[in-house]
Every structure is written in structure tokens, then in C-alpha cells.
Nanobody
């Protein structure tokens, strides 16, 4: 079975940095678009950043210039480098991916989420 595993969340002071990782594991033929979403309590889950297999990216306006998404296609892993963190970045961050498995069935997957807390 395919699964996504996030790591790198934690507690950081405002102005600090964190690097999130998300590795897709299982019998994977290919990973297409990979993305990061976040959700704060009482808020809608929203897109933070997205990257295609070819490297095309887009970002939420609130993180442009501060966050960078990247990927390692050989490892089926996506990263989110978060710099100049602000308290309003506090949320659960979720990895998302469109993955084709060994049965050639292409599906939409979510990771379990990782907590990012930014203190003032």
C-alpha cells in the first residue's frame, strides 16, 4: 500500500526556520503533483505550495518569498523549507500527492499531518 510520511514539524520561534519532508512509500510507479497544505484550528485547509514532477511550482500569497518547495523524484519525496516563520504560520501541515501505484491505479493521497508551532 502507498502511504505518505511527513517529518520535520515542531516548535520554533518567530523568525526561525523549519524543513518539512514527506516521503511516499510503497510500490510506486510514479508520483505526479506533490503539495503541502495547512490547517489551523477553526480554519479551512488551504494550499501552501505545490510542485509538479517537472518542477513547476506555485505558492500561497502568504508564504511567497519565505517558503520553498522542492522534490527528489528518485526518492518520491517532497520538501518544504520554511524561513522567516511567523506565528500565523502555526498549523497542522499535510502532505498531498497524486501517485500511480503498481496496479497503475492513480490516486490522491494525504499524509497524517505534522504540527508546526511558531512562538512569538
Amino acid at each position: 500500500q502507498v502511504q505518505l510520511m511527513e517529518s520535520g514539524g515542531g516548535l520554533v520561534q518567530a523568525g526561525g526556520s523549519l524543513r518539512l519532508s514527506c516521503a511516499a512509500s510503497g510500490n510506486i510507479v510514479s508520483s505526479n503533483v506533490m503539495a503541502w497544505y495547512r490547517q489551523a484550528p477553526g480554519k479551512q485547509r488551504g494550499l501552501v505550495a505545490r510542485i509538479s514532477r517537472s518542477g513547476s511550482t506555485n505558492y500561497a500569497d502568504s508564504v511567497k518569498g519565505r517558503f520553498t518547495i522542492s522534490r527528489d523524484n528518485a526518492k518520491n519525496t517532497v520538501y518544504l523549507q520554511m524561513n522567516s516563520l511567523k506565528p500565523e504560520d502555526t498549523a497542522v501541515y499535510y502532505c498531498n500527492a497524486i501517485i500511480t501505484g503498481a496496479d497503475y491505479d492513480t490516486r490522491f493521497y494525504w499524509g497524517q499531518g505534522t504540527q508546526v508551532t511558531v512562538s512569538s
